[in-house]
C-alpha cells in the first residue's frame, strides 16, 4: 500500500472570506463551500528546514525524484459528490496514485499524479487528481508545456481578473504555497521564465467561477483542467466559456489572447 498522509481539521470560515476578499465577492459564501474552494482548506504546513532552494518541500507527497529537479503543476480532475460544509471537520488523504518516467527532447521529465480525498461525515465527498511534472535544471519550458495558439477568440460568457502582484502574494499565502516562481522576480528568470508566473490552481479556480457565476452546477461531475503555456507577467486574466458554450468546460487566456488554460466538464 502506497504511503498516505492524512489530515483533519474544522473548515473555518476565515479562509473562505479571505479568499472571496482577494476576489472581490461579496457577500463571501455561506455555510457551504464553492467547487474548488477546498484548495486554500487542509493545507500541508511544513516547517522552513524542510523546503527547498525553489521552496516546495524536498519530502512528503509528492517528493522531487532527484535533486536539482524543478516542479511544474500541469492540470488535474476534481469531481464533487456534494459541497462540503463550513463549521463543520473535514480530512484529507494523499497519496501517489500514479508515477512516469519519460525522456523528452532536452532530458528526463517525471510525471506524478497526486490524489486528494476530502471526506466529511464520513463519506468522500470531493476527489481530486493533481498532475505535477518535474524537470531538469536544463531542460526547456517547451519541452514539457506546448505553447499557447495565440488565436484572440473570446467567448461569452467572461470574466476578467486583474493579476498583479498583490494577487500573486496573496494566492500563494491563502495556499500556502511558497514556490518562488510566484513572488521572486530573480528566481524565476533564474527557472527559464521571463517574469513571475501566474498559479495554474489559480487559472483553474478562476473557470469554475465562471461556471458557477452562469449557473453551472459542478456537483455530480468532472472538472478536468490543464494548463496549456505558462501565463507569464502580472496581466489582466480573461476567463471565457469554451467553444461550444460553458456546458462543455472554459478557458483562460493572457493578455495577448494566447490559450493558458483549458477545462472540461463530465
Same mark, same amino acid.
Given at each position: 500500500?502506497?504511503?498516505?498522509?492524512?489530515?483533519?481539521?474544522?473548515?473555518?470560515?476565515?479562509?473562505?472570506?479571505?479568499?472571496?476578499?482577494?476576489?472581490?465577492?461579496?457577500?463571501?459564501?455561506?455555510?457551504?463551500?464553492?467547487?474548488?474552494?477546498?484548495?486554500?482548506?487542509?493545507?500541508?504546513?511544513?516547517?522552513?528546514?524542510?523546503?527547498?532552494?525553489?521552496?516546495?518541500?524536498?519530502?512528503?507527497?509528492?517528493?522531487?525524484?532527484?535533486?536539482?529537479?524543478?516542479?511544474?503543476?500541469?492540470?488535474?480532475?476534481?469531481?464533487?459528490?456534494?459541497?462540503?460544509?463550513?463549521? =463543520?471537520?473535514?480530512? *484529507? /488523504?494523499?497519496?501517489?496514485?500514479?508515477? &512516469?518516467?519519460?525522456? !523528452?527532447? %532536452? @532530458?528526463?521529465?517525471?510525471?506524478?499524479?497526486?490524489?486528494?480525498?476530502?471526506?466529511?461525515?464520513?463519506?468522500?465527498?470531493?476527489?481530486?487528481?493533481? =498532475?505535477?511534472?518535474? *524537470? /531538469?535544471?536544463?531542460?526547456?519550458?517547451? &519541452?514539457?508545456?506546448? !505553447?499557447? %495558439? @495565440?488565436?484572440?477568440?473570446?467567448?461569452?460568457?467572461?470574466?476578467?481578473?486583474?493579476?498583479?502582484?498583490?494577487?500573486?502574494?496573496?494566492?500563494?499565502?491563502?495556499?500556502?504555497?511558497?514556490?518562488?516562481?510566484?513572488?521572486?522576480?530573480?528566481?524565476?528568470?533564474?527557472?527559464?521564465?521571463?517574469?513571475?508566473?501566474?498559479?495554474?490552481?489559480?487559472?483553474?479556480?478562476?473557470?469554475?467561477?465562471?461556471?458557477?457565476?452562469?449557473?453551472?452546477?459542478?456537483?455530480?461531475?468532472?472538472?478536468?483542467?490543464?494548463?496549456?503555456?505558462?501565463?507569464?507577467?502580472?496581466?489582466?486574466?480573461?476567463?471565457?466559456?469554451?467553444?461550444?458554450?460553458?456546458?462543455?468546460?472554459?478557458?483562460?487566456?493572457?493578455?495577448?489572447?494566447?490559450?493558458?488554460?483549458?477545462?472540461?466538464?463530465?
Amino acid at each position: 500500500m502506497s504511503e498516505q498522509v492524512v489530515r483533519s481539521e474544522v473548515l473555518a470560515p476565515e479562509p473562505a472570506e479571505a479568499l472571496a476578499g482577494m476576489l472581490d465577492i461579496d457577500p463571501p459564501p455561506g455555510a457551504e463551500l464553492p467547487p474548488l474552494w477546498h484548495w486554500i482548506y487542509l493545507l500541508e504546513r511544513r516547517a522552513q528546514r524542510e523546503l527547498g532552494p525553489d521552496g516546495h518541500p524536498v519530502s512528503g507527497i509528492p517528493a522531487p525524484p532527484g535533486p536539482g529537479r524543478r516542479r511544474m503543476f500541469a492540470g488535474g480532475r476534481v469531481r464533487v459528490r456534494r459541497l462540503l460544509r463550513l463549521g =463543520e471537520a473535514a480530512t *484529507r /488523504t494523499s497519496r501517489v496514485a500514479h508515477r &512516469a518516467e519519460k525522456t !523528452g527532447r %532536452t @532530458g528526463p521529465l517525471t510525471f506524478v499524479t497526486v490524489l486528494n480525498e476530502i471526506s466529511q461525515g464520513d463519506q468522500v465527498v470531493v476527489e481530486d487528481e493533481q =498532475e505535477i511534472v518535474y *524537470r /531538469t535544471p536544463d531542460s526547456t519550458l517547451a &519541452a514539457a508545456v506546448p !505553447g499557447g %495558439t @495565440g488565436v484572440p477568440r473570446v467567448t461569452e460568457p467572461m470574466l476578467t481578473l486583474d493579476v498583479d502582484t498583490r494577487v500573486l502574494f496573496r494566492f500563494s499565502a491563502l495556499t500556502y504555497n511558497a514556490h518562488r516562481i510566484h513572488y521572486d522576480h530573480e528566481f524565476a528568470r533564474q527557472d527559464g521564465y521571463d517574469d513571475l508566473v501566474v498559479h495554474g490552481p489559480l487559472q483553474a479556480l478562476m473557470m469554475g467561477e465562471l461556471l458557477r457565476r452562469n449557473g453551472v452546477d459542478l456537483v455530480g461531475r468532472e472538472f478536468a483542467y490543464r494548463l496549456v503555456a505558462p501565463m507569464i507577467g502580472p496581466q489582466q486574466m480573461t476567463v471565457c466559456a469554451a467553444e461550444h458554450g460553458l456546458t462543455d468546460g472554459a478557458e483562460t487566456r493572457d493578455a495577448r489572447g494566447a490559450v493558458a488554460a483549458v477545462s472540461t466538464l463530465r
